[in-house]
Each structure stands twice: as C-alpha cells, then as structure tokens.
C-alpha cells in the first residue's frame, strides 16, 4: 500500500514537497516513482529513483524537482520548487519491482497510491 501526502495550494515560483509512505511491501527492493495526471490529460512520468537510488527525469521538471527516497522510513519523496501552473495535476507515487527495466512508463509500476492534488497558482 502505499499513501502519497504534502499537496496543496501554492503560488507560482513556490514550493512543495510531496511524501509517500509504503507499507506491505520490502520497500529497498522496488524502484519508486511519480506520475501526475492534469485535468484531461493522460497520466505522466515525472520523475523515479531505483532500487540502488539512480534518478531520471521528465524534461518539463529537471532542475527544479528532486526525487529522494529513505528505505530506513520505506518513504520516497519529491521536492518541487519553482513550481509553474502547468505543474497542476494529481501526483501520484507508484512502486515496480526491481527487476522492472523500463521505469518512465506507468504500465510497468505495480502499486500505486490514491494520489495528492498540487495545485498552482498564477
């Protein structure tokens, strides 16, 4: 299972950081990661870091998000800064197996959580 948190109302240029806790699962032994979905749009890759804790991002957030995890609090999070209104979406986490070779496309990522709704302001 896995629960996302730390969403919110946020102004342009402002920052955010999102939490998702796992539990169930040997957590160290998955690669994380986040998706988001804007309003009508399909779901996106964000960002992920693996099992041995290399990162990669989408274009649209490199240099402004950063990816961490914390296997000792099964956490991963996600640290937004400069945030834009085209970084309004529901973000959500999502955890594949580590033997999981492609890790930016959602249908590989097994467990997902409820998602948390970052809103950006202009």
């Known amino acids: 299972q896995l629960q996302a948190s730390g969403g919110g109302l946020v102004q342009a240029g402002g920052s955010l950081r999102l939490s998702c806790a796992a539990s169930?699962?040997?957590?160290?032994?998955?690669?994380m990661a986040w998706f988001r979905q804007a309003p009508g749009k399909e779901r996106e890759f964000v960002s992920t870091?693996?099992?041995?804790?290399?990162?990669y991002y989408a274009d649209s957030v490199k240099g402004r998000f950063a990816i961490a995890r914390d296997n000792a609090k099964n956490t991963v999070y996600l640290q937004m800064n400069s945030l834009k209104p085209e970084d309004t979406a529901v973000y959500y986490c999502?955890?594949?197996?580590?033997?999981?070779?492609?890790?930016?496309?959602?249908?590989?990522?097994?467990?997902w959580g409820q998602g948390t709704l970052v809103t950006v302001s202009s």
């Open positions: 999502a955890a594949a197996d580590r033997t999981t070779v492609v890790q930016t496309v959602a249908s590989g990522y097994r467990y």
């Open positions: 169930g699962i040997t957590f160290s032994r998955y690669h």
């Open positions: 870091i693996n099992w041995i804790l290399s990162t």
